[in-house]
């Protein structure tokens, strides 16, 4: 069988990275990103660090860089319905207090 | 003795589609997982949209120390587990025992620190039910927090319980020679859940700890 074997320098640069990016996000969290303004700020940038990482460990430590396809069409499968998931949902549930309707209220 | 590893099952044309077939359905298995654990955060998204304070005040009770430590230990026995594999892949027996050994050591000292962690809730009386207390006014979505919290850290150290069985079945089959340069798909497909469950972690760790540091 023919194997893709991953240098031990890239899972080592990986796991730097890693490690470097929960640095970040745990230095950022003290801090208020939005400068009082911007709410999200904060949310937005921990959901990012937070896929970078996933991504990261997907595609080297899980080798779906070097997989076939139909690994690839899964794996975002996966992704595609999380996202449906999570935005069709908060699209319902962050503007019902755009209506004037009281029982709708969040 | 055990039979010696064959290259394929009869159903399968070449070990490279076997192989490939074994992936694709840990792959399928794992979708499921994610839809699993993201109904958790959806859950938990909708109800820190509704009470962001109470979370807050919930989410800064959780030990910033303990959950960063135990992310880094996370991260490092995951890339124990890409060394395990990658030694596999290589046939080198003796060091795909030592990184399985690690990986093991790794998430044992996970459940290990989560333990404590759990250990203090308890003393703090911040588990939900009849002798849940936190000074705040916003007492009800505090526990509606530690319920999320419970429930979404219980559900992952139940799946490093059972990659913690899955770990040592594996160091058996390669104290006894089953895997090779040529068949090593359980270490393949044992390491693809691990570093699901990493990836769990590595969501639930910004959602439930940081969420509110910096007000």
Redo the contacts between chains.
Sequence with gaps: MTHHVVPIRIYLLVFAALILLTAATVIGSLYDLGGGRLHYANAVVAITIAMTKATLVVLYFMHVRYSNRLIWVFVGAGALWMAILLVLLMADFLTRSWLPIATWGG | MPEKPSAHAHQFET??QQ??TS??GM??F??TE??FF??L??GF??YV??YAEGFAVGSRHLD?TLG?VN??VL??S??T???AV?SA??GRRNRLLLFLAFTLALGFVFLGIKSVEYSHKFHEHLVPGPNFHVDSPLTQNVQLFFSFYFAMTGMHALHMVVGAGLLTWLMVGAARGRFS??YFTPV?VT??YW??V??VW??L??TLY??A???
Aim: proline share 2%; charged share 15%.
């Design positions: 070990a490279e192989y490939e992936t694709l792959w399928a794992l979708i994610i839809m993201g109904g955060f959806a998204i909708v949209s509704f910033l960063t992310t880094a991260l490092g995951s890339l587990m890409a060394m990658r892949q290589l340069s040529e393949e390491g693809l570093h699901f990493d990836i590595i969501f760790f910004p940081l969420v540091r910096h007000q």
